[in-house]
């Protein structure tokens, strides 16, 4: 079996044209949909607008597969999801070198980030799915001993984002396929050229065909028709709220198991023994790695009041220092993924100025000026905004770019109070050095994850997952079990 670095651009054409995978085919469809360069705004990709024709023969086909894969061992399939970490690590370059000309990440960010973690994904689940203990129970006073069994779900419908369009979309392939569901996906449309790529490794490897599909396009056509397909049994989504909520109304109609990974509005709270000359570097980082296009970045900075002045001035010294620019390059930041998105940004910098915001740097603030073809692109610099009250929208609602307001606190149960009262809860980072203070602080927050003294960091055995409207749902190497498998409770009495 072949684990070589493959032409995964072989014979394809500028613009590229991605296709869907179905039954272990590349299929061609009836329609396309342009895809851009954020850095430059060109066309450099055409992508299926697939539709529910298209989505039906995906479902019949991995619902074909399921009998054969699900009959497998643990250990047979683990294989292939080894085979396929291998032949993601193989092809790192051009994978990375495709994610970021489609996301508009820096190129360097893909390769240190979202290619190794696709590849982690697929080799952590392999592993832990061969060393799955069951639950069981004796009642000796019964005579009886109770266990469990795991069963795959059936066709799992896997649906994902454009911010980590790689990494996400193989954090729910690998435990799908692992626990021997068969999986029809559905990525972004803006981001769908490594998931298209992907679909090239696992024909190359040898996985059977039908056990994994992808079909392209958007969500209210190809989307609307997956999830509510009669023939899928689970649908695991990470997007909006607004979308995850409508994903949900449509799984419980037809009770079909659901998880949802959704928005956030995560607070950094930095208390006033903390060391700036740490803190400082770090939460640039968790503002504005990936232009601010994570789920879990830091979008409303708390500093205690008697270090707020120094914080905010050193915070502003350095970002103006970061540099943005084409993500081919040693940039800091690329642009953002689409003009549509860039306007989203930047309509919220409006709001927080008509709220009566100070803009210490970034959009109209610092000049960043580009040649062409890059004074095209979807770029922004990284934007910090002060004086706004709590009630503003750009303090209460997702923006999901490069912009962050920091805002004075006086004390713990002020800053807890404030921290919660958003309609998110997906993660916060809490800084300083008293132990007794950052575990206070930490337990009473109303979130999924929260870090202490450090951001992003996290063992894929760990939940991993949201509270209030940022989700339902865990998703890790044990908790993923939950959504893909059902449980039965066998109890036997011995005779
Ligand atoms: P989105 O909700 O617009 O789209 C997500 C996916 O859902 C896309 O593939 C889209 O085509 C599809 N979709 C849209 N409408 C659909 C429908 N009616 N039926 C089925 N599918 C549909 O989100 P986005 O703009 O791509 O991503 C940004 C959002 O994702 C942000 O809110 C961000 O916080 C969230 N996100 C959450 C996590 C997490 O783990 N909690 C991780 C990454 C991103």
């Not at 500028?14 to 869907?20: D, G, I, K, Q, Y």
């Not at 740490?278 to 980082?285: G, H, L, M, Q």
């Amino acid at each position: 079996m072949s684990l070589s670095k493959i032409n995964l651009l072989s014979d394809n054409p500028n613009p590229l044209v991605v296709n869907n995978f179905i039954g272990g085919n590349f299929v061609k469809s009836s329609k396309y949909l342009d895809s851009y360069d954020p850095s430059t705004g060109e066309v450099w990709a055409q992508i299926p607008d697939s539709d529910s024709d298209e989505v039906d023969e995906a479902v019949r086909h991995a619902k074909n597969a399921f009998p054969m894969w699900s009959n497998k061992t643990a250990a047979e399939r683990a294989k292939f999801l080894i085979k396929m970490a291998e032949s993601i690590e193989e092809n790192i370059e051009i994978l990375a070198s495709a994610e970021s000309r489609d996301q508009g990440k820096p190129v360097a960010l893909a390769r240190r980030m979202d290619i190794p973690r696709a590849a982690l994904n697929f080799r952590a689940f392999a592993e832990s799915i061969c060393h799955h203990l069951n639950i069981s129970n004796g009642i000796p006073e019964m005579g009886c001993m109770n266990y469990t069994v795991r069963k795959p779900v059936g066709v799992a419908a896997l649906i994902s984002p454009w911010n980590l369009p790689l990494y996400l979309l193989t954090f729910k392939i690998a435990p799908a396929l692992a626990s021997g569901n068969c999986v029809v996906c559905k990525p972004s449309e803006v981001t769908s050229v490594t998931a298209w790529m992907l679909c090239k490794l696992a024909k190359d490897v040898g996985l059977p065909d039908g056990v994994l599909n992808m079909v392209f396009g958007t969500g209210i056509k190809a989307g609307e028709a997956l999830i509510n397909h009669k023939d899928v049994n689970v649908i695991s989504f990470t997007g909006s709220t607004n979308v995850g909520r409508h994903i949900g109304q449509v799984a419980a109609k037809s009770i079909k198991k659901v998880s949802l990974e959704l928005g956030g509005k995560n607070a950094g709270i930095i208390l006033d023994d903390a060391d700036l000359s740490k803190v400082i570097p770090a939460t640039i980082n968790s503002c504005f790695l990936n232009q601010g296009e994570i789920c879990l970045c830091t979008s409303r900075i708390f500093v205690q009041r008697p270090i707020f002045e120094e914080f905010v001035q050193r915070l502003v010294q350095e970002t103006k220092n970061l540099k943005v620019g084409p993500p081919t390059e040693d940039v800091f930041m690329g642009p953002l993924v689409s003009q549509a998105h860039l306007e989203k940004v930047k309509s919220y910098i409006d709001i927080a100025r008509k709220d009566g915001a100070t803009i210490l740097c970034g959009e109209t603030v610092d000049e960043l000026s580009l040649a062409a073809p890059h004074n095209q692109g979807y770029f922004i610099r990284p934007t910090i905004i002060t004086g706004l009250p709590d009630s503003s929208a750009c303090m209460q609602e997702e923006i999901f770019g490069p912009v962050v307001c920091v805002s004075p606190f006086d004390a713990e149960d002020e800053v807890i109070e404030r921290a919660n009262n958003v309609k998110y809860g997906l993660c916060s980072a809490v800084w300083g050095q008293s132990g007794e203070r950052l575990l206070r602080v930490a337990h009473k927050l109303h979130v999924g994850t929260v870090w202490i003294n450090c951001w992003l960091i996290r063992s894929l055995d760990m939940p991993f997952g949201g509270m209030k409207e940022s989700g339902i749902g865990r998703e890790g190497t044990s908790h993923s079990l939950d959504l893909y498998t059902e449980e039965t409770t066998i109890c036997y009495k011995f005779q």
